[in-house]
């Protein structure tokens, strides 16, 4: 098993509050001093900030990335940041007999599943690539859990699944299933997976958190997004544009029914998402009865069009955005926002974090780190 632990450079204040303004700063009471988790995927965006958040809570975590879509960098920051490092081992969520051997190494109480490939685009041209990473590694990971005698899992899933919305905002219990492209076809099959999974077995309890979508950065700039070649999502695209690594913005329809014709969508800050999982991995934990499979949206409850949130990030970066109106992209919908209600009374969690810090975060990282990662690799 390759293996190595981040135990360098630890010299932030422990129990420094980066975590302002949340109510995630503590354990919850459910969740005991010993607890560790498994984090797939944990060096990559969401599941780096969630390992951050996790670390500052008091838990342990071994993180299982294959480093295809992140670099081990992340989680020497979020060592650093934290004051104390995850356990990282490099391997794939395929390779059962890793997973049988990191399992019985390191018993863990929870498994939060980030680890997938996520671009809609690259997922029409290789679908078996998208099929085998998202469905099938959540059966072996599935397979090691239940031999290994664990059943919390807390999955990653995407507003996505919900296609084109009857109605907006969307609650959960919305139709699923229209799914248009292999990528949010492998996030539904895998959510049914879980399902049939918790159905079929009481010590199963499942959180699928389907996030709208995540933006913005850590407040110090030290972890942010950082997406290999040209960005396919807004956020990142517009920060390219604003450190003139890329001409302009091409914004993609601009005749929706929309308060400026251009898409909408619930932009919701990395921070907040990631304080969400620790208030779905407390709400499994507590519960005293059959848990099953919870579904929660994870989003602000508010939309922005492309050209309001253009505007907003000229306004935190100081910077002019050209862009040019172009034909609708394929697969997109007009407007995706979600109805976070069910989250925060269940989960006690709501986004915190607004429009203008999540523009003022992006831009710190991308600033901070104009070639991700690789702005000072060690
Ligand atoms: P990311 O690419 O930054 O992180 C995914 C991580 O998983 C990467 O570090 C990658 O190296 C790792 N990985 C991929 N396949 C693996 C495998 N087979 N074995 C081990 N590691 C593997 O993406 P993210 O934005 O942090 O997304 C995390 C999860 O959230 C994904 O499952 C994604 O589908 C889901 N999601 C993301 C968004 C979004 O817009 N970012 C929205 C909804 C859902
Ligand atoms: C947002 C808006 C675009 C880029 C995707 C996935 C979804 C989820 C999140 C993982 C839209 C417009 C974008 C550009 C533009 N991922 N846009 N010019 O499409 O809502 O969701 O990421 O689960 O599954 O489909 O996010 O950031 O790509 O687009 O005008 O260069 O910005 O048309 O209206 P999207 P996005």
């Not at 919305?174 to 076809?185: D, E, F, L, S």
Request: proline residues 5%.
């Amino acid at each position: 098993m390759k293996r190595a632990a981040l135990g360098y450079g630890v010299n932030v204040e422990v129990g420094e509050v980066l975590l302002s303004g949340t109510n995630y700063r503590e354990k919850p009471s459910s969740m005991t001093q010993s607890m560790k988790f498994l984090i797939t995927g944990g060096a990559g965006y969401i599941g780096s900030h969630t390992t951050l958040v996790l670390l500052r809570a008091g838990f342990d975590v071994v993180v299982l990335d294959n480093l295809c879509n992140a670099s081990s960098e992340s989680l020497k920051r979020v060592a650093q940041m934290a004051g104390r490092a995850p356990i990282f081992v490099e391997g794939d969520i395929r390779d059962r007999v890793l997973l049988d051997q990191l399992l019985a190494q390191h018993p863990v109480q929870a498994v939060l599943h980030f680890a997938g490939l996520k671009a809609v685009g690259e997922s029409v041209t290789q679908p078996l690539l998208y099929y085998s990473n998202n469905v099938e590694g959540t059966v072996t990971l599935c397979k090691a859990m239940e031999a290994a005698g664990v059943f919390t899992l807390v999955f990653s899933s995407s507003a996505t699944v919900y296609g084109d919305p009857v109605t907006v905002p969307i609650t959960e219990d919305q139709p699923v299933g229209q799914t248009i492209n292999p990528y949010g076809r492998s996030k539904l099959i895998a959510e049914q997976v879980l399902g049939d999974l918790a159905a079929s077995d009481p010590r199963w309890r499942v959180a699928l958190l389907r996030y709208f979508n995540p933006v913005g950065a850590h407040e110090t700039g030290q972890i942010g997004e950082d997406p290999r070649g040209i960005p396919n999502n807004l956020l990142p695209y517009i920060a390219r544009v604003a450190m003139g690594k890329l001409p302009e913005l091409v914004v993609f329809g601009y005749d929706y029914p929309t308060v400026d014709g251009t898409g909408v969508r619930d932009y919701i800050h990395v921070m907040d998402l990631a304080e969400g999982h620790l208030a779905a991995l407390s709400a499994l934990k507590a519960k005293k009865s059959r848990v099953g499979v919870q579904v929660w949206n994870l989003g602000t409850g508010q939309g922005y069009s492309v050209l309001q949130i253009l505007r907003a990030f000229e306004a935190a970066s100081g910077r002019t955005v050209p862009y040019r109106l172009a034909p609708r992209r394929a697969g997109d919908v007009a407007i995706s926002y979600a109805n976070s209600a069910k989250a925060a009374l269940e989960l006690g969690w709501t986004a915190k974090r607004d429009l203008s810090t999540m523009m003022r975060e992006a831009w710190r990282w991308q600033i901070m780190n104009p070639d991700g990662y690789q702005t000072g690799e060690s």
